[in-house]
């Protein structure tokens, strides 16, 4: 990763002490009038860029600028909780593929997504001409451990485990590999939301991230970097199957103390 320096441009800064005050790592004082950033030891969060009314805040080594926000739309509420009623794991895939376009965004709600300690840990591999190459491997690993799996479930009896056992012929698999899981499945979600948006359907794939994390040679086929664990493995497609209505769920389960 780049470095980051934070600067203040002191001819903009009117002394407002907004950056100050939400600055969770206490690292910005107003010394007459003006902000000053303590020490480059901070977790570089950019609010202070973000919240600044004059743009007095720079931070380097972006492949980016900051992007201004005009206004914008609030989001309907019951809208949003439709599209989480409604979404479905989609198994059954049209054969289209995916333009890179959509492709791109789906990645850029990734990066975009939030990390603890602001970590920004996240890996993507796509796995799109050698997809068959890795279920086929994870395919192996789960035939070999089939028996087992027979013995305790009457469901793992009836299921074969063929070559498209993991990805259900979808054009486009995305595995996310993270330092921290949350991480990692943070940015499925919101992944999902815009592919879904995109009119895609999307399986969250704990199979295939079982297969990646235990088998060392999937790993390093994968080319999963040092100190990171498959979080979530995100397969997308155009759905064949068009549902008419929710799935039930079992009540809350809430307690308010
Ligand atoms: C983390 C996670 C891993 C999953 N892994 C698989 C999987 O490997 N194969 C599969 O067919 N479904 C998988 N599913 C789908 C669940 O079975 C599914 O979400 C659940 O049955 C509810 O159905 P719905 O998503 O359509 O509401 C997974 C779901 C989640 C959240
Ligand atoms: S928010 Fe901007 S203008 Fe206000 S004190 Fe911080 S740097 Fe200065
Ligand atoms: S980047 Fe975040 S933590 Fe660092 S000085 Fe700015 S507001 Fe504070």
Do not use: W
Request: glycine residues 8%; proline residues 4%; charged residues 25%.
């Amino acid at each position: 990763m780049a470095e980051h320096m934070i600067t203040v441009d002191t001819e903009r800064c009117i002394g407002c002490g907004l950056c100050k005050a939400d600055c969770a790592a206490r690292n910005i004082e107003i010394r007459a009038q003006k902000a000053v950033i303590l020490t480059p030891d901070c977790v570089l969060c950019g609010h202070c860029a973000a919240i600044c009314p004059r743009g007095a805040v720079s931070i380097s080594g972006y492949g980016e600028a900051p992007i201004s926000r005009d206004g914008g739309r609030p989001l309907d509420p019951s809208q949003v909780l439709d599209v989480i009623r409604f979404r479905r794991t989609i198994r059954q895939f049209q054969a289209q593929d995916i333009p890179s376009g959509v492709l791109e965004q789906i990645l850029e709600a990734g990066r975009l997504t939030h990390t603890a300690k602001n970590l920004q840990d996240l890996s993507f591999i796509v796995l799109d001409r050698e997809k068959a190459k890795f279920e086929q491997m994870a395919a192996a690993l789960f035939r070999r451990v089939k028996p087992l799996a027979n013995l305790f479930s009457p469901m793992a009896k009836r299921i074969q485990i063929d070559d498209h056992f993991f990805f259900f012929h979808a054009p486009k698999v995305i595995v996310i590999a993270a330092k921290e899981e949350i991480n990692g499945c943070l940015a499925a979600q919101n992944m999902e939301f815009v592919a879904e948006a995109h009119g895609l359907g999307v399986l969250f794939s704990g199979f295939f991230t079982i297969a990646a994390n235990r088998s060392g040679r999937l790993r390093k086929a994968l080319g999963i970097p040092r100190g990171k664990r498959v979080a979530a493995t995100l397969v997308l497609g155009y759905p064949k199957v068009n549902y008419r209505r929710s799935a039930q769920r079992e009540a809350l389960d809430v307690t308010y103390l």
